[in-house]
């Protein structure tokens, strides 16, 4: 009997273990999160940030490949000034997104106010 218990509490423990793993699997999103964090130009006015800020907003209805947007910045570091957060279907949507019609529109407004912008994006 002493024999059997070392294999059967090995196998439980096993078997507890994986359901975590694949459940953890079949939740990952697969979406690409596209974060920037951006310092304005010194002369740049308050309403010039927030027309950067409503266009990138604006950009899910102008291009379906972005999901979700944040704009609201509650702490950010190392001396940027905003954070935006954009939320991609996948990383062919992120790829299609450079270059395309609504970020060229979308960068006429913000790339003549931005000083100095670090973008991370991140997938599982």
């Known amino acids: 009997m002493k024999k059997l218990i070392l294999p059967l509490l090995s196998v439980g423990l096993l078997t507890l273990g994986a359901p ?6 079949a939740t990952a999103p697969k ?18 940030i927030q027309a950067a800020l409503d266009g990138v907003k604006a950009l899910p209805a102008r291009y379906p490949g972005i999901t979700r947007v944040w704009t609201k910045s509650i702490k950010v570091q190392g001396g940027k000034a905003n ?8 990383e062919a949507a992120l790829k299609a997104y450079t270059d395309s019609p609504a970020q060229m529109e979308w960068y006429k407004v913000y790339a003549a106010i931005r000083g100095e912008s670090t973008t991370f994006d991140i997938t599982n």
Do not use: C, R, Y
């Open 20 to 25: 975590a793993t694949s459940a953890q699997t």
């Open 83 to 90: 954070a935006i957060v954009m939320e991609f279907a996948d």
């Open 31 to 48: 979406s690409v999160i596209h974060v920037v964090t951006v310092s304005w130009k010194p002369d740049t006015k308050p309403e010039q």
